[in-house]
């Protein structure tokens, strides 16, 4: 089915999709994407270098160009794109912080609950055992109180 | 970690005449450095819009993808492995974004196929515009698989293994993608060329 001719690259195809232009962003790209990162919860270690001083002139370098460019006045503004909407829901809830991550889904509050109600249940558990075979003399070494002979006598039922 | 400025260097400068590798970036970006995010994504950015348009076919599609792609990659930019080329790694999320849309949206590219042509309008430009657009119906007749791979290797001058590391692949599963696609490309440009 494929040989070493299929390894090689093709130049007719290769010649084919370079004349399919590609066409560059629209004008409000670079700022919303800058927008929507900015919605990203901050992961700081601590402030870095490139990110102080004064906002990086236009240069002769593209890539240098920063995307916190402020808007420019007149730029059309697209209606808010699926990835920032998806971004503003994760935004965190402030309060959310007094709780532990493992527990801030509610099933693992749950679980938690269930695991707690169990190991006290089991404790409890553990606690009559002990005192059963303490009663009945189990704790003693394992011997077993025979009951005497007598005694065997008086409590069998009358014939 | 943060850049080192060559001997000599005022440290007001701005940090755009240094040339920072694509590590450091990656590392500046992981301490939440959004600039630094954002030079990483221009130095790819060319690439990337060459793929999704391609497999696109529709400049709105190809800005959302890549909006969508882009925060993906700011998410889990703690999750690119060092010794792991960025620019692979991005690739191949932006795949993962085109499929994603393709498969909610299912656009039709022969049907917007005038839309947002940038050699429309450009003086003298005809037949390079009739000529983009025979390449991009008859892109749009490959199953998104063949696209996505024949826009890889012959597009973009990705070898097998490279394609198949964005795909998900094994090699020869984009060899046997890649000769499926050629061949129907070729045909079919021909067609359309008579």
């Known amino acids: ?75 059309v503004s697209r209606p808010p794109t699926r990835a920032r909407a998806a971004a503003a829901e994760r935004e965190p809830d402030p309060t959310s912080r007094l709780v532990p991550p493992s527990l801030r889904r509610r099933s693992n509050l749950l679980l938690l609950l269930v695991a707690a109600a169990a190991a006290v249940l089991v404790a409890l558990s553990g606690t ?32 | 970690m943060v850049p080192m400025l060559p001997a000599g260097a005022d440290s007001s400068m701005p940090v755009s005449t240094t040339r920072v590798s694509d590590l450091e970036l990656v590392e500046l970006a992981r301490q939440g450095d959004r600039p630094a995010f954002a030079r990483l994504l221009r130095r790819h950015d060319d690439r990337m819009r060459g793929l999704a348009y391609r497999v696109l076919a529709d400049r709105q599609a190809m800005d959302d993808v890549l909006q969508a792609a882009y925060l993906r990659a700011y998410q889990d930019v703690e999750r690119f492995r060092a010794g792991g080329d960025f620019g692979t790694w991005l690739y191949r999320i932006t795949y993962n974004a085109c499929i994603d849309a393709l498969g909610e949206a299912k656009p039709s590219p022969t049907a917007r196929a005038g839309v947002a042509d940038p050699t429309s309008g450009r003086a003298g430009g005809e037949p390079v515009v009739s000529a983009s657009e025979v390449v991009r119906s008859a892109l749009a007749e490959l199953s998104i698989p063949q696209r996505v791979t024949v826009v890889l290797v012959d597009g973009e001058g990705f070898d097998h293994r490279e394609a198949a590391e964005i795909l998900g692949v094994a090699p020869g599963a984009v060899a046997s993608r890649l000769h499926r696609a050629r061949t129907k490309l070729r045909t079919i440009l021909g067609e359309k060329v008579r």
């Not at chain 1, 994407?33 to 992961?43: G, I, N, V």
């Not at chain 1, 700081?44 to 160009?65: I, M, R, T, Y």
């Not at chain 1, 394992?142 to 005497?148: I, L, M, N, Y």
Request: proline share 12%; glycine share 8%; hydrophobic share 40%.
């Open chain 1, 128 to 159: 009559a055992l002990v005192h059963n075979r303490a009663g009945s003399g189990l704790g003693t070494g394992g011997a077993v109180e025979v009951p005497a002979a007598g005694a065997a006598g008086a409590a069998a039922p009358p014939r």
């Open chain 1, 1 to 75: 089915m494929t040989n070493d001719a299929d390894i090689a690259p093709d130049s007719i195809v290769r010649t084919a999709l370079r004349r399919l232009p590609v066409p560059e962003h629209s004008r409000s790209f670079w700022e919303e994407l800058d927008q929507t990162l900015a919605l990203e919860p901050s992961r700081h270690v601590h402030e870095p270098a490139l990110a102080v001083g004064p906002p990086l002139a236009p240069s002769a370098d593209p890539e240098a160009a920063t995307v916190a460019r402020p808007a420019q006045a007149g730029t």
